[in-house]
């Protein structure tokens, strides 16, 4: 073999391989679950995170024959320990629904601070409730406010009204108007109406 062809196949491989699991997705999408799930196995088996995480998921939906909750945990704790944060945050979710053992919030919690660190939007909402309800964490109105901020710039709409409220009302927090508006205008532009009544009624007092 010359070495120009050795070196376009090592350019090539890593090109097929990535095709797979591209592909695994959009059979997927177009509804075709055996042939997601085998471009997601392949994936899996190559020790990519996110085939990890796509077949957990899978076995987590109950979309395979034979799908377990078993067999979730243990392809999510292998994208996790890549910090994979969508699995990460999928593993809290586990441990709070009982879904891998008893119910466990501080565990939930502790699977959840990973998932928001590593920039999972959903991750940091859920680990700002631990602190909100003070449900696996002592409550620590300041720690949530952080947290639903994160989930708030991430896009989370819930988490934007959340944090609007906290600097009105100044929860966790020293109060701040500005702030306030902003952050129910972005929740307003993001379909929620209760902050488009809080919108026009902030303008209606100034």
Request: with cysteine; glycine share 10%; net charge negative.
């Amino acid at each position: 073999m010359t070495k120009t062809l050795l070196a376009t196949l090592l350019m090539i491989a890593p090109l097929a391989q990535a095709a797979s699991l591209s592909d695994a997705l959009s059979a997927y999408d177009d509804g075709d679950h055996r042939a997601a799930a085998r471009g997601f196995a392949e994936s899996a088996a190559r020790g990519e995170a996110l085939g990890q995480f796509n077949l957990a998921m899978m076995h987590l939906r109950k979309e395979l024959p034979g799908a377990s909750d078993a067999q979730a945990w243990r392809w999510l704790q292998r994208a996790a320990a890549q910090q994979h944060a969508l699995a990460e945050n999928a593993l809290g979710e586990m441990v709070e629904q009982g879904r891998h053992g008893a119910p466990d919030a501080a565990a939930a919690c502790d699977w959840f601070g990973r998932a928001a660190a590593h920039g999972s939007g959903d991750g940091a909402l859920s680990y700002g409730t631990c602190f909100y309800l003070g449900r696996g964490r002592p409550q620590d109105m300041a720690q949530a406010q952080h947290w639903y901020l994160e989930a708030a710039k991430a896009g989370d709409v819930g988490a934007q009204y959340l944090v609007a409220s906290m600097f009105e009302t100044g929860l966790g927090v020293e109060p701040d108007r500005r702030l306030a508006r902003y952050w129910y205008e972005a929740a307003a532009r993001n379909g929620d109406v209760a902050a488009r009544a809080k919108v026009l009624a902030m303008d209606r007092e100034l």
